[in-house]
């Protein structure tokens, strides 16, 4: 099947598929927007299933790019947010406290017990789409110090399953 037929049995299709909408409607369709503009395109290269260009081009819109900035941004405060996590599991929550005292020291936050809510809030938000990511970084923090929020039951469950039944 030819470029040229390939296009006419799409228009065709499209065709039938609005005059089935329409009449399931039991009216016309909407007018298009006149001020919708069409989105910028560019030119691009096709190429076959292995890779090979075939030497036709298509048009495509072009997508968005994020400024260099904010992809360092992005990076950046992920990382800032699982060391955050990590350390509070490895010395029991004394980040969030030591945080919140500096804060509330240079003036920052109005005093400590509102410093501290805050940045207990802010640990707590790390991974709050991703179910049980906080305690997971949180027991790789304890277990990477040997000590921390999660170290004893940690240490329990790996003593039950590593020791041999006792008689």
């Known amino acids: 099947m030819s470029r040229a037929d390939q296009d006419a049995f799409i228009a065709n ?3 039938q598929i609005g005059k089935g909408v329409k009449s399931s409607l039991g009216g016309t369709p909407l007018p298009p927007q006149a001020d919708s503009a069409a989105p910028p395109t560019e030119t691009l290269p096709q190429f076959d299933a292995l890779g090979n260009p075939t030497g036709a081009s ?5 997508a968005p790019q994020m400024p260099y900035g904010e992809q360092m941004a992005n990076v950046a405060r992920g990382t800032g947010d699982v060391s955050r ?9 004394f980040p969030d406290k030591a945080v919140a005292a500096l804060r509330t020291a240079s003036g ?3 005093n400590y017990p509102t410093a501290i809510a805050e940045e207990r809030a ?26 921390g929020d999660c170290c ?7 003593d039950a399953l590593l020791t041999p039944e006792r008689p």
Do not use: C, M, Q, W
């Open 85 to 93: 996590v990590i350390a509070n599991g490895a010395l029991f929550g």
């Open 58 to 62: 298509v048009e495509a819109p072009i």
């Open 152 to 158: 004893d039951p940690v240490y329990r469950l790996a």
């Open 122 to 147: 802010a640990t707590d938000a790390v991974g709050s789409g991703v179910p049980g990511l906080n305690t997971t970084l949180k027991g790789a923090g304890s277990a990477l110090g040997g000590v």
């Open 108 to 110: 920052d936050a109005p």
């Open 13 to 15: 299709a499209v065709e």
